[in-house]
């Protein structure tokens, strides 16, 4: 614990920003919950609840890669605070939403703020790195996974009481009350980041350098054997999380015989073993190499995923489920934290968001795959065989990059000439 307490005690900006982090996170579930489940009983569609998340993915794809050139050039601490404010301010037209002839509101609200997102993500990966010391990152990025097992648990279970005790507008007012505070605790960061001053430029040479710096930012997404496997695991597991997000509900209905409420908690207790995760890899943060602990963490991932796909053709007990979901989180939490931090070290200030950003846009698209490609094949090939897929592409992921450490021990993506 003594990594822990020394990020957690030493590092004052890192804590407001953990804080805040938390407080808008259990906003984000908040709504997510509440959300899914209002507009299901204002529509009765599950194809009204399907847009909500093609509402929430589309930015990502459109929007990821050129965000991230933004985030470079403009202050990290100001664009947190702005979206931060945004984000609340949108949040206001959800009062409004009584019924379905209204439910395009419920979308734009989601759009905007999945917009808002992908300026807010890389500006905060990015400043990770530099309000810590570098043998502080594993542990730091441990706390930030831990943070959202916890949102995950606060924020769900008030969403449905919200929900069902007001409505959108008291979730919309509880969600904006997120992010207000969260407004206050990052302004009250000392961190001052210093830009080198750009010279003026005409409107058709700004546009210029726009494009080329986002050229840029792609182009550094595979420049290199190390940036290259890290770009290469975001696709393979993000068609896997595209697929687990299709097929996991109709897994657990079909092959182990569970209702709503069973999947509710399954998908739930997932967070119990993040939680746990995020307090070992944070403990252990400066003892092992991030690569290693992003390697062993996928890894087991991936075998703990197999397993829980595979163990109903045995039995249709739901216990195995409960305790597979409750065990990954701990790898989960490994991998997130040492994956982090081989990318904050593969990548350097001034070009770390906009790689963050393209490898977000790519990695969103991989979830479309899946998500396509899940509900075509689980049809015509099964639900358990496409299932084992995900599993399967963290077993391998996690052994190339085991046995790639020394490549992604390299130190950053060298700044664009």
């Known amino acids: 614990m003594k990594d822990l307490w020394g990020v957690l005690a030493r590092q004052r900006d890192y804590r407001l920003m953990l804080s805040a982090g938390l407080i808008s996170l259990i906003g984000d579930w908040l709504l997510r919950t509440g959300l899914a489940f209002q507009v299901y009983v204002l529509t009765g569609s599950t194809l009204a609840s399907g847009g909500l998340l093609l509402a929430s993915f589309l930015p990502a794809v459109v929007l990821g890669s050129l965000a991230g050139v933004f985030v470079d050039r403009w202050n990290r601490r100001t664009t947190m605070i702005v979206t931060n404010i945004l984000n609340a301010v ?5 009062i409004a939403v009584h019924d379905a002839s209204t439910i395009w509101i419920v979308y734009g609200v989601v759009l905007a703020q999945s917009c808002l997102q992908q300026f807010f993500q890389p500006a905060e990966q990015s400043l990770v790195p530099v309000l810590v ?3 502080q990152l594993v542990t730091a990025n441990a706390l930030n996974s831990q ?3 916890l949102a995950r648990l606060i924020g769900a ?12 507008t008291l979730l919309a007012l509880g969600d904006a009350a997120t992010f207000l505070i969260a407004v206050v605790l990052i302004a009250r960061m000392r961190h ?3 830009r080198p001053e750009n010279p003026e430029q005409t409107a058709g040479g700004a546009i210029k350098r726009l494009k080329e710096e986002w050229t840029e930012g792609l182009r550094l997404c595979v420049a290199g054997p190390a940036i290259q496997l890290f770009f290469v ?21 079909s092959q182990i015989g569970g209702d709503g409420q069973v999947y ?12 746990v995760g995020g307090l070992v890899a944070a403990a252990i943060g400066s003892r092992w190499p991030a690569a290693r602990l992003w390697g062993i963490g996928a890894l087991a991932f991936g075998l703990i995923d197999t397993t829980l796909f595979l163990y109903p053709l045995a039995s249709d007990s739901v216990i195995p489920a409960f305790v597979c979901m409750i ?10 934290a040492g994956m982090m931090t081989v990318f904050q070290n593969l990548t350097v200030d001034g070009t770390r968001g906009r790689i963050y950003g393209a490898v977000g846009a790519a990695e969103s698209v991989a979830v479309l795959i899946g998500i396509a490609a899940a509900g075509f094949l689980g049809d015509a090939v099964g639900i358990i065989p496409v299932l084992v897929f995900q599993g399967l592409g963290y077993v391998v992921g996690g052994l190339v990059i085991l046995a790639r450490q020394r490549v992604l021990e390299t130190r950053s993506v060298p700044l664009p000439v």
């Open 133 to 135: 010391h570098e043998e």
């Open 233 to 253: 695991f975001c696709m393979v597991t993000g068609v896997g999380e595209g697929i687990m997000s299709t097929l996991f509900a109709p897994f657990v209905s």
């Open 90 to 94: 949108v949040l206001l037209p959800l």
């Open 147 to 149: 943070i959202r097992d």
């Open 264 to 275: 509710g908690l399954i998908v739930s207790s997932q967070a119990i073993g993040g939680i």
């Open 157 to 168: 279970a008030l969403g449905g009481v919200l929900a069902a005790a007001g409505g959108l």
């Open 327 to 336: 065990v990954v989180g701990l790898p989960g939490a490994l991998t997130i």
């Open 192 to 194: 001052r980041q210093v």
